[in-house]
């Protein structure tokens, strides 16, 4: 039986052969130069610690969803529970095409078998809890909304284990998720052998 530090393989999305889990991440964690200031956030702890146990799979959905590197940066304003993404100098929203994007890239990394996923945090677009959102007029900032990508990956799959990168830090959260990713790619291999089509 697999323990919580070795390399489970599930079977490619393709069927042609095995790889170890899938789980997608915000592509400037790995290095790659996709910020708005054309820079990264490479986390070494994650590429190359958790990295040894998951295929990592890179998205960056301000780069992916046509924005050019660099770009103005973008902030959350409105409601919280529905916010609109907006560049923070010229004023652009950018929430449809981010929210049509995101529609069509949730449905291929359906297809690739994802187990999990790994948000850059107080990010506009991948932050998981915490993001700034700006009301309105002269209201005061809050720390109370959801990156625009996050929350339509939680309302596509709400039963897929999500962190943050910070929150992976926390040696004790890092082998919760660690179990929580090898769980659900066990759970879902089971699945696959009743029914080869997917979904799983
Ligand atoms: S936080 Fe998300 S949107 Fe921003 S650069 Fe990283 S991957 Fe791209």
Redesign the pocket.
């Known amino acids: 039986m697999s323990g919580p530090c070795e390399r489970f393989y599930v079977q490619r999305a393709d069927g042609v052969g095995d790889r170890a889990i899938p789980v997608g ?5 790995l290095g ?1 130069r ?3 200031d054309g820079g ?2 490479l986390d070494r702890s994650l590429r190359d610690t958790l990295g040894a146990l998951v295929t990592w799979v ?7 969803c046509g924005m050019p590197v660099p770009r103005e940066p973008l902030r959350l304003t409105g409601d919280p529970v529905e916010p609109r993404l907006i560049t923070v100098r010229t004023g652009v929203d950018h929430t449809a095409e981010m929210q049509a994007w995101a529609a069509r890239r949730l449905d291929a990394l359906a297809l690739d078998g994802l187990c999990g996923f790994v ?2 945090n ?6 998981l809890r915490c993001v700034a959102i700006h009301p309105p007029g002269d209201g005061a900032t809050t720390l109370d909304s959801v ?1 625009l ?1 996050a929350r339509a990956f939680r309302l596509r799959f709400p039963l897929l284990p999500v962190e943050e990168d910070e929150s992976l830090r926390d040696p004790a959260r890092r082998a919760l998720f660690i179990e929580r990713l090898l769980a659900f790619a066990r759970e879902r291999e089971q699945r696959r052998r009743v029914s080869p089509t997917p979904p799983w």
Do not use: D
Request: proline share 11%.
């Open positions: 991440i915000s592509s400037c964690l790659e996709v910020r708005f990264h956030k890179p998205v960056c959905p301000e780069a992916e948000f850059k107080r990010s506009p677009s991948c932050g990156g990508f």
